[in-house]
């Protein structure tokens, strides 16, 4: 019913500062929590950062202050700006929507922060 497309991750060093983005399809996108997980090898997949349909937002302990989710009902899309990245935000993150009980996952796509 409805795809989630995430961008491309990378390579970055730390220090340095990501945007991920997630467009997803269809026309009640406004009615979605949308959410950033993610899963590092040998670690259950946690969540990120949230965005309820009111545009509050919450923010996991480790990414507080570093990490911003937004989005853009007019383009169906949220973001993951990512700033002062850590060896330990390599992981790969997932986009997901959920409206009541349904829910939708993106691909996945890796970041890795790394000198």
């Known amino acids: 019913q409805v795809q989630l497309v995430e961008s491309e991750g990378g390579l970055v060093q730390p220090g340095g500062s990501l945007r991920l983005s997630c467009a997803a399809s269809g026309n009640t996108f406004s009615d979605y929590t949308m959410a950033w997980y993610r899963q590092a090898p040998g670690k259950q997949r946690e969540l990120v950062a949230v965005?309820?349909?009111?545009?509050?937002?919450h923010c996991a302990d480790s990414v507080k202050g570093r990490f911003t989710i937004s989005r853009d009902n007019a383009k169906n899309t949220v973001y993951l700006q990512m700033n002062s990245l850590k060896p330990e935000d390599t992981a790969v993150y997932y986009c997901?929507?959920?409206?009541?009980?349904?829910?939708?996952w993106g691909q996945g796509t890796q970041v890795t922060v790394s000198s």
């Open positions: 965005i309820n349909t009111a545009g509050g937002t």
């Open positions: 997901y929507a959920r409206r009541v009980d349904i829910v939708y």
